[in-house]
């Protein structure tokens, strides 16, 4: 009787075990016995299909590799190898697909790099055992915590009334992190459950999406832009149009300048009061703060925006865009890799040097968070519990040591900043505005003085409102003439990435201060001192949103063809550091 769970129950497949059949490629060219076969010697060797995967069709591919595992593995002589498939072959197979599938308790799950998974072909075990998946998850009931739509909605949903796991994504806060860490393990162990109940692979562990690369690895991995899977059916990672940009969903680059985590990698605070730190402002639990850390802002959210693209503001449910929305965006099977790239920069900020560490703050480790586990049981977790990805979660990503010394745990510390100057109106966003900041005379010596910093100089973007989040990014430039080139001039870019629940939540607690983005320009100063562009009696700030990206080929868009209501900034001020205050 074959006892691994790909094999058992598949009467093909007993039949050749019990001797009384023979699998060929001519009597089982195609089916669902045969796919099977193929994801059992893919299991025995990973590179045993470079090309078509276990696709459920008997031809060459296959023929050689049940050549090589007969003479590998059941030591059968060269010159008496034939192609088909008997006993021997389909017993051994099941037995070693029976111990891959119950690895030790000590294993460490590996996290890796999507596009070192698709390196010869669009699917790998590891892709398609997600996307198997993916449309288990799928067909399961929105009531079963397992299911793909009650996960999803642990993050947002529309749907009223909510259930109580709904809605608990952490944004704009110190939780940030630690929230989206748990929301994922979870989720990893309920996809690992499926992936192994469908017989694939039980080391699964979900890829991560590190979209900081040279192209191709900066467009959408292959598996979610192919329409089927290897078998011929339908590909669940492939979303309909509309739901996605259509210049990502055709494989468009997204830019460097959009991707890069640099910025954020050189905080050395994890949290503070400022809205200039890693991992995010200190903010009372389950609320948020107005502030972003600088991971969260870039490239979590503008990767968000890129993705789902432009959503109209007449659009209150998923029928578009869904991850610009934070109640659609976990419905997008993207979203997992994309938030599993987040964690890992967590994790490769605390390897760096100058003494990055994360907060020793009570009430950020001892917060607790619910979520539904792979039996669909309720669970919490807190920071502390998740600090350690290898010794508490047992994961690890490819590109950093299992074993590491953990950075010391110091308390953050916020430094003070003196304005220097501000706008003086609210300025309206609907096109390219570009808008004075006026400096007094009492702050013209400390104007002078921050041109000669390398840090310790930041601009800030506050009290941003509007009523939807257009699936747009605003570039934020400084001294930039019309027509200029706006590379020395770019300081960063935002997003209204999750505006929508930020004015809920404000709403609810008596009040709006709109969101606040902030970003340390100190470079940018210098450059442009440098070039003699640097004077209080000139200085201008340009804000100007940027269509979506279109399809490789096709001409760059109006902005016109993309209507919002204007985003109102109340102010944009320019900060320095107390000197004695700068983090070496």
């Keep these: 009787m074959l006892t691994s769970r790909l094999f058992q129950g598949d009467a093909v497949l007993q039949s050749i075990a019990d001797d009384n059949d023979r699998m060929s490629r001519h009597k089982h060219a195609h089916g669902e016995s045969t796919r099977k076969l193929q994801t059992a010697l893919l299991t025995w060797k990973s590179d045993i299909l470079p090309r078509f995967g276990a696709d459920g069709h008997f031809g060459d591919e296959t023929a050689q590799a049940v050549h090589r595992f007969k003479i ?56 398609e055992a997600y996307a198997r998946a993916v449309r288990t998850m799928q067909a399961r009931p929105s009531t079963d915590p397992t299911s793909w739509s009650f996960q999803a909605a642990i993050h947002g949903s529309f749907a009223s009334p909510a259930n109580p796991l709904w809605n608990g994504c952490q944004h704009a806060s110190w939780f940030f992190l630690p929230w989206h860490r748990m929301y994922l393990f979870f989720f990893e162990k309920i996809v690992r459950a499926a992936v192994i109940a469908n017989g694939g692979p039980a080391d699964f562990a979900l890829p991560y ?57 050189a905080s050395t605070i994890f949290a503070g009061l400022a809205g200039t730190t890693f991992g995010g402002p200190v903010s009372a639990p389950v609320h948020f703060d107005d502030s972003f850390g600088m991971l969260e802002a870039q490239p979590h959210n503008i990767i968000h925006v890129l993705v789902g693209g432009f959503r109209p503001d007449t659009v209150t449910d998923c029928s578009v865009a869904h991850m610009t929305e934070p109640n659609c965006a976990a419905l997008d099977p993207i979203f997992w890799l994309h ?66 010394v953990p950075p010391p745990i110091v308390v953050p510390v916020t430094p003070h900043a003196e304005l220097i100057g501000a706008t003086e ?72 990435f999750g505006v929508e629940r930020m004015n ?12 606040r983005h902030t970003f340390e320009i100190g470079e940018v100063v210098k450059a442009l001192a440098a070039l003699d562009l640097w004077s209080p009696d000139g200085l201008t700030v340009t804000i100007e949103p940027v269509p979506p990206l279109v399809p490789p080929g096709e001409a760059p868009p109006s902005l016109a063809e993309f209507a919002f209501e204007p985003v109102r900034v109340g102010r944009i001020s320019l900060f320095a550091v107390e000197r004695d205050d700068l983090v070496s």
Excluded: C, K
Aim: aromatic share 6%; net charge negative.
């Design 209 to 265: 999406w590190n979209y900081d690369q040279a192209a191709p690895r900066n467009t959408l991995p292959l598996p979610f832009r192919t329409a089927t899977l290897p078998d011929g059916t339908p590909n669940p990672l492939n979303l309909a149009p509309g739901l996605r940009n259509a210049g990502i969903a055709a494989g468009a680059q997204l830019p460097p300048a959009r991707t890069s985590s640099s910025a954020a990698m």
């Design 339 to 404: 938030h599993a790239n987040i964690d890992r920069l967590w994790n490769n900020w605390l390897d760096l040097a100058g003494g990055r560490a994360n907060p020793a703050d009570s009430a950020w480790l001892t917060t607790r968070f619910s979520f539904a586990d792979d039996n669909g049981a309720t669970v919490q977790l807190s920071a502390a519990d998740v600090l350690d990805s290898a010794a508490q979660l047992h994961y690890v990503y490819d590109d950093r040591p299992v074993v590491t």
């Design 425 to 496: 109106e609210t300025v309206a966003v609907a096109e390219r505005v570009t808008v004075p900041l006026v400096v007094p005379d009492s702050n013209r010596a400390l104007f002078a003085d921050v041109a000669r910093r390398a840090a310790g100089v930041f601009l800030t973007v506050e009290n941003i409102e509007a009523a939807h989040n257009p699936g747009l990014i605003f570039d934020v430039l400084l001294n930039q003439p019309e027509g200029a080139d706006p590379e020395p001039h770019r300081v960063g870019a935002f997003t209204l």
């Design 504 to 515: 809920e939540l404000d709403h609810r607690h008596g009040g709006a201060s709109g969101m």
């Design 72 to 127: 590998e593995e059941l030591g059968v002589g060269p010159a008496g190898v034939v192609d088909d498939v008997g006993p021997r072959t389909v017993v051994r197979l099941d037995q070693i697909q029976a111990a891959s599938q119950a690895p030790p308790a000590s294993t460490l799950f590996v996290r890796r790099d999507v596009w070192t998974l698709q390196a010869a072909a669009p699917w790998d075990p590891m892709t």
